[in-house]
Structure formats: structure tokens, C-alpha cells
């Protein structure tokens, strides 16, 4: 049990790194010149975005069942409802960047002269800002769970 416990926490560990190094890469990129070659990239690494964030949630539910600290310590527990709530915002903020950069990839596919919208991309910013923001709380309600808050 110790090992499983182990091996889950680690992989779990990375993949929420990967997912913030993912936004963190998102966000840099839409601060430049956005070029076909970059909405193409855009559009892959928003991929592995939803890949690594559905692993996250498979490797999460994998802790809580198999987990040392058993299921009733989250169940139970506000602060990881919190932290799951944030994980859920950050899921839903990633929504319109998402459908935006497959469009985007899609039109300036077909059309090499294509601008992305200033609105469209003001909008996108907003976004990912948000996203940022949020996914830093994350970190926060886990450390606090760890140490038996909310439970």
C-alpha cells in the first residue's frame, strides 16, 4: 500500500506540474505575435492539456480509492472539495481558449493572410489570466490538506 500510495502522489505531482507549466506556456504564447506556425502549437499544446488534466483526474480518483489516508480523509474533508472546485474552474475557464485556438488553427489553415480578432484574443487573455490565478490555489488547498485541515 505504501508504494501504491507513493507511485500515484508522483505521478499525480508531475502531471499538475505539467498542467501549470501547459498554462504558463499558453499564456506566454498569446502575449506574441500570433503566426499560423504559433496557433498550430497553441492548438497542440491545448491538447495535451486536456490529456494531462484527464489523467490528473483519473490519478486523483486512484489517490482517494488506493490512497494510505483512505477515502473517507477526502470525502469528508472541505478543503478538498475546495481544491477539487478550483481544479473544476480551471477546467471551465479553459473552455473558450480551447474552441478559440481550434478556430483559429482552422482559419489561418485555410487562409494565410488570417488575424486572430483583437476582441477574440482580448477575450482569450482574460481567460488564461483567470486560469492562471485560479490554479494557483490549488497548491495552496492541497499543502493545507496535507497537514489535516478541512477534515
Known amino acids: 500500500m505504501d508504494t501504491t500510495d ?8 508531475l502531471l499538475v506540474l505539467s498542467l501549470a507549466g501547459i498554462i504558463g506556456a499558453e499564456f506566454v504564447l498569446i502575449l506574441g505575435d500570433l503566426s499560423a506556425a504559433t496557433l498550430k502549437r497553441l492548438a497542440g499544446i491545448d491538447r ?17 480509492i488506493f490512497g494510505l489516508k483512505g477515502w473517507e480523509f477526502y470525502v469528508y474533508n472541505w478543503v478538498f472539495w475546495a481544491k477539487i472546485s478550483a481544479f473544476a474552474i480551471v477546467g471551465m475557464l479553459s473552455i473558450i481558449p480551447t474552441i478559440r485556438f481550434i478556430s483559429w488553427n482552422r482559419q489561418a489553415s485555410g487562409s494565410p493572410g488570417f488575424q486572430v480578432p483583437a476582441a477574440e484574443l482580448a477575450s482569450v487573455k482574460t481567460y488564461v489570466r483567470a486560469e492562471a490565478f485560479i490554479f494557483l490555489l490549488i497548491p495552496v488547498f492541497a499543502a493545507a490538506m496535507a497537514r489535516g485541515y478541512g477534515y
Open 6 to 13: 507513493l507511485v500515484l502522489a508522483i505521478f499525480h505531482h
Open 48 to 64: 495535451h492539456y486536456g490529456i494531462i488534466a484527464s489523467l490528473i483526474i483519473i490519478i486523483g480518483i486512484g489517490r482517494v
